[in-house]
């Protein structure tokens, strides 16, 4: 485990289902983000939480929701996907400065829409 | 326009041979270029980094060059082993003061041939 912790690790959704992945970091770190990871596509910047506050919303459609409760813990909220939607979403954390920019990333959430 | 471009998309190397992987980025605001490596099923994980007051990074079989004029930097792998074989994506950062944002290149896929 690299110390970010993403789950469920695959999900299956209707495209009018509800679902939320969960990622949670135990490293002290003060940012995280969401990623979105599809086949033959640069890792997408999805949204970036610094000190639990959202500082980028990088035009992702509003059918994704994220959440930050803590420093510890994010939260994606799925619903009424598409199947385009269907991909690896990947979770980061870093340190929000500082000399170490290196994010340490999750194992992802394999999710496909039906 | 934060862009990173890499090549080659796909890479056989024999084992024992050398693997090079070339990127290029345009937004001199970048301070940190890091590699990730990726298993499959597995999150990316920083392999190795560089900022752009050095030249040369060297961490066992990998190095890092960076040429800060061309905009370019490539990773290679010295003797190259079947345990290599996955992908590898360049990256480039800038750090807002609020959160470190990262640009990903398009990822390299590595097979190490007996």
């Known amino acids: 485990e690299t110390g970010v912790t993403q789950t469920p690790r695959h999900l299956v959704m209707g495209m009018t289902n509800k679902k939320s992945l969960k990622c949670e970091q135990h490293?002290?770190?003060?940012?995280m983000y969401w990623y979105k990871q599809s086949a033959k596509k640069p890792l997408e910047l999805m949204f970036v939480?610094?000190?639990?506050?959202?500082?980028e919303n990088n035009s992702v459609p509003s059918r994704f929701s994220p959440e930050c409760p803590n420093s510890s813990h994010l939260f994606l909220h799925l619903h009424t996907l598409q199947p385009e939607d269907s991909a690896l979403y990947l979770c980061?954390?870093?340190?929000?400065?500082?000399?170490?920019?290196?994010?340490?990333f999750g194992s992802g959430t394999r999710l496909t829409v039906v | 326009q934060q862009q990173v471009k890499q090549s080659p998309q796909s890479l056989i190397v024999q084992k024992g041979g050398i693997s090079i992987i070339n990127c290029a980025y345009e937004?001199?605001?970048?301070?940190?270029f890091p590699w990730y490596q990726q298993f499959p099923g597995k999150g990316p994980a920083l392999l190795i980094a560089?900022?752009?007051?050095?030249s040369e990074k060297k961490e066992g079989r990998f190095t890092i060059s960076f040429n800060k004029s061309a905009k370019q930097f490539s990773l290679h792998i010295m003797d190259s082993q079947p345990g290599d074989s996955a992908t590898y994506f360049c990256?480039?950062?800038?750090?807002?003061?609020?959160?470190?944002?990262?640009?990903f290149g398009t990822g390299t896929r590595l097979q190490v041939t007996l």
């Open positions: 490293l002290g770190h003060n940012a």
């Open positions: 560089i900022r752009p007051d050095v």
């Open positions: 939480y610094s000190l639990e506050e959202r500082v």
């Open positions: 990256a480039a950062s800038i750090n807002t003061g609020t959160a470190s944002k990262l640009t």
């Open positions: 937004n001199t605001a970048f301070d940190y």
């Open positions: 980061a954390s870093s340190l929000r400065t500082g000399g170490n920019y290196g994010y340490t």
